[in-house]
């Protein structure tokens, strides 16, 4: 392989072997061909190394990168970018394709960005993927947009109008890849290596563009997953394990580089990545776990992550039950599922420092009192535990008794 190739497609395996050619054929096959394939087998147990060296035979533009230890999908993602040489990376999962045309309509805006992002049409596998494929594809389709240095990674990490965090469906620099997987810690991680790597890209890339109407990733939802099925509190232990060690390392990168890539915002966005992982992480428990499993849930969870990131979560959860009983004039009850997430949402906050907190734990918080007391002020007979008070009114909070109407028109009106 020559140095000046214009292009390195990196595809990590792992027990990959059903669905590996169809991902590579897809790339071989495209008509745009100045390019190499480098597939990477995580000393998988199938036939994921015979796949690789069968298409390697077949096509000298295909180079393995064979590994005889298990490394997690970040370690397969590290050697693969690290043997690469064009001039821009791309990587693609070992069970998703690349739509017909898709390298030459990419690579047309190669020299536009040093991370080209574009967009994803999702193909879903069964009937979970079915009703999850329009939401997914939703989050993964870019907004047209150019974005200059240090505002890549803020935007990115941003609660609204961001951008997803999977290194896939993105064209790379390759010197700017090859830095930013080089950065990275050698340790196994799976499930939070693309956002951990997101970044470091972010913080080392000048350049970001998102491009229109660009559906030429194919995402094989529910493929290697099985979704639709119940969570349990071993696979939800796992997850946040998973996660939280995900965003440690993104804090430990902001550590290590503030001076050598300085920015003066760092704490902002660390907080802003655990804030979107755990947001995920939460997302998990309260909709697929049964709700007698909560306050098991929460106490694991509140002993693995700073209690204001779990508690802000919670009270997002309460403004949006709140919020939907006093938009339904549903009455509030004690033991329903408002009362069971605000009893959680005030044990954890109960472990939260005063005065300290996020700025999203401290407006969720504010804005699920609020419509608390929405309820309070339409339903009084339920108001004492609704604002943990008698007579409706909120311990420690001042003007809790204010008109619902000048509360609305002071705050405004938050949605999930």
Not at 360 to 368: C, I, K, L, S
Request: with cysteine; net charge negative.
């Amino acid at each position: 392989m020559t140095e000046s190739l214009a292009l390195s497609v990196v595809v990590p395996a792992h027990n990959g072997g059903r669905h590996l050619e169809e991902c590579a054929m897809s790339i071989l096959g495209q008509s745009f061909s100045e390019l190499e394939l480098l597939l990477v087998d995580d000393a998988s147990a199938d036939d994921t190394r015979d796949v690789i060296l069968s298409l390697a035979e077949r096509d000298s533009r295909v180079r393995p990168v064979l590994l005889d230890t298990n490394v997690g999908t970040l370690g397969a993602r590290q050697a693969g970018v690290a043997a690469s040489c064009g001039a821009h990376v791309m990587l693609v999962d070992q069970d998703d394709e690349l739509a017909p045309g898709a390298l030459d309509l990419v690579m047309a805006h190669a020299d536009e960005a040093d991370i080209v992002h574009f967009g994803v049409r999702v193909v879903p596998e069964g009937d979970a993927a079915s009703g999850a494929a329009a939401g997914m594809q939703g989050f993964l389709t870019p907004i047209p947009r150019r974005l200059n240095g240090a505002d890549i990674m803020r935007v990115q990490f941003a609660e609204k109008d961001s951008f997803d965090w999977h290194v896939h469906h993105k064209l790379f620099s390759g010197d700017l890849a090859r830095r930013a997987w080089g950065m990275a810690a050698h340790t196994r991680l799976l499930l939070s290596d693309d956002i951990y790597l997101c970044m470091i890209l972010d913080a080392l890339a000048l350049t970001y563009v998102g491009l229109s109407d660009s559906p030429w990733y194919l995402y094989h939802l529910g493929r290697g997953e099985t979704l639709g099925s119940r969570e349990t509190l071993d696979a939800l232990r796992r997850t946040s394990e998973r996660e939280f060690k995900g965003w440690r390392l993104m804090r430990d990168f902001a550590c290590e580089h503030a001076t050598d890539i300085p920015r003066d915002d760092w704490d902002e966005r660390v907080a802003d990545a655990r804030d979107r992982i755990f947001e995920n992480v939460s997302n998990e428990m309260i909709d697929e776990l049964p709700e007698v499993e909560l306050p098991e849930a929460v106490d694991l969870l509140l002993g693995q992550w700073p209690t204001d990131a779990v508690a802000g979560e919670l009270w997002r959860y309460v403004r949006d039950r709140a919020y939907e009983r006093y938009d339904r004039h549903v009455e509030p009850t004690r033991g329903d599922s408002l009362d069971q997430v605000l009893c959680l949402a005030r044990k954890a906050d109960a472990q939260v420092t005063a005065g300290e907190g996020s700025s999203r734990y401290q407006e969720m918080r504010r804005v699920a009192h609020i419509h608390l007391r929405e309820l309070a002020e339409r339903y009084p007979e339920q108001a004492e535990w609704l604002t943990g008070a008698p007579g409706g009114r909120e311990e420690g909070t001042a003007n809790s008794d204010g008109p619902i109407a000048g509360l609305r028109r002071l705050f405004g009106r938050l949605r999930r």
